[in-house]
């Protein structure tokens, strides 16, 4: 695959690592920067998704579920309509109902909360759910978290033996809120390869070796656009993207991109201030080729 076209901006788009995966095997590795974990920021959510759909097969939950059930303890008195009509779905698809984004980057560091589920569940829920996308950690947060409950663990120890361990991902790290739970709306932290298998498990509809790690139907759901987003759609924490493609997208430039329609998975790690750009740019020199 001739990639010199990436090679000549990789620089100047700040791409650090870089992996193309087509029929299984791994055709482009490329790396301007060693490959080490690095924060993955955003696709961190499609991890979080992946086990919600683990959990859903284990019957742990269900999609269906309303928040004012699943959050019981939190749910604020006298709960506002649209929070009544909220349900785990509705965590999932960046349409919960809140017209602002919380838990954001830049505010979790001063934030005087230390229960950020009570604190989440008290914000305002001005549009009905499921019908104005508004990009907000929020939902993968909660989603996180319930998950969690009802394994009883965190999400590193719910996902090792179910989907870490079988893709060869040693154990990681991944950021917490104040009370310890983890932050499933960002902060994992995984190699460029690590995300790149990630990628070929939801390339192959959650089967590994032999094994379903994640259910079948649900990666067919979780990637399908479920609501409209101004551009390609949006799934269960997975955007749509082009050439019939899916991805987890992480700030700078964290990506797997998945190719259902040739059968290849293109995996970057980037510091990228035109994320946007530096993936359209590597899509259109890379997808073409395969």
Do not use: H
Not at 214 to 230: F, H, L
């Amino acid at each position: 695959m001739d990639i010199r076209e990436i090679e000549q901006y990789a620089e100047k788009m700040r791409i650090l690592n870089l992996r193309v995966c087509v029929n299984g095997e791994v055709t482009v590795k490329r790396d301007w920067d060693g490959e080490i974990r690095r924060n993955q920021y955003s696709a961190s959510k499609s991890f979080t998704s992946a086990a919600v759909g683990i959990a859903c097969g284990e019957g742990l939950l269900s999609l269906e579920e309303k928040l004012c059930d699943a959050f019981r303890e939190e749910i604020p008195d006298q709960p506002p309509e649209n929070l009544q009509k909220a349900r785990v779905r509705d965590l999932l698809t960046m349409c919960l109902g809140q017209k602002e984004a919380w838990l954001m980057g830049e505010q979790r560091p001063v934030m005087e909360a230390d229960d950020w589920v009570r604190f989440s569940l008290s914000r305002p829920f001005e549009a009905e759910p499921g019908t104005e996308f508004v990009y907000n950690n929020v939902g993968p947060y909660l989603a996180g978290v319930l998950v969690q409950r009802r394994a009883g663990c965190s999400l590193v120890d719910y996902l090792m033996p179910r989907l870490f361990a079988p893709l060869g991902i040693r154990r990681t790290v991944w950021e917490v809120d104040p009370k310890g739970n983890t932050f499933g709306a960002g902060g994992l932290f995984l190699s460029v390869t690590e995300l790149m298998r990630f990628g070929q498990l939801l390339l192959q509809e959650g089967s590994w070796n032999g094994r379903q790690l994640i259910p079948a139907e649900y990666v067919k759901e979780a990637s399908r656009a479920q609501v409209e987003n101004g551009a390609e759609g949006y799934g269960y924490l997975f955007w749509r993207g082009p050439y019939q493609s899916f991805r987890a997208d992480g700030k700078y430039g964290q990506l797997s991109i998945v190719l259902p329609e040739k059968n290849a998975v293109i995996a970057v790690n980037a510091e990228s201030r035109d994320a946007g750009s530096m993936m359209k740019r590597c899509m259109d020199v890379i997808v073409p080729q395969l």
